[in-house]
Nanobody, 115 residues
Framework: QVQLVESGGGLVQAGGSLRLSCAAS????????IGWYRQAPGKQRELVAV???????IYADSVKGRFTISRDNAKNTVDLQMNSLKPEDTAVYYC?????????WGQGTQVTVSS
C-alpha cells in the first residue's frame, strides 16, 4: 500500500507561480513512477507530468516550459513547480503513484488561477 498526500495548492493571479508537493508513505520502494494529473470542472482527468524512478520525465504539451517536476528520494516527495500560470491551469491537481500492480491516488489539491 502507498499513501499520498498533496499540498501547496491555492489561489494565484495569472502569470504567478505555485509549488505543489506530493508526500508518499508506505511501500514506497514499489513505486515505479509518480505523476501529477489535473481535472478541471466538466473535463476528464489529464496527465500533467510524470517522473520515473530512474528520473525520466514526461510533460503534457500544455505545460512544457512552464512546469517542472522533481523528486527527493530521501524525503519520498515529488514536487511540481508551476510558473507562468494561466487561468486554464485551474483544476484539482492529483498525485498518482504507479507500481507494477496498481496505481494510488492522493486526495487532490485545488489550484485556481485568476485572470
Amino acid at each position: 500500500q502507498v499513501q499520498l498526500v498533496e499540498s501547496g495548492g491555492g489561489l494565484v493571479q495569472a502569470g504567478g507561480s505555485l509549488r505543489l508537493s506530493c508526500a508518499a508513505s508506505g511501500s514506497t520502494f514499489s513505486i515505479n513512477a509518480i505523476g501529477w494529473y489535473r481535472q478541471a470542472p466538466g473535463k476528464q482527468r489529464e496527465l500533467v507530468a510524470v517522473i520515473t524512478s530512474a528520473g525520466s520525465t514526461i510533460y503534457a504539451d500544455s505545460v512544457k516550459g512552464r512546469f517542472t517536476i522533481s523528486r527527493d528520494n530521501a524525503k519520498n516527495t515529488v514536487d511540481l513547480q508551476m510558473n507562468s500560470l494561466k487561468p486554464e491551469d485551474t483544476a484539482v491537481y492529483y498525485c498518482n503513484a504507479a507500481t507494477l500492480k496498481e496505481g494510488y491516488w492522493g486526495q487532490g489539491t485545488q489550484v485556481t488561477v485568476s485572470s
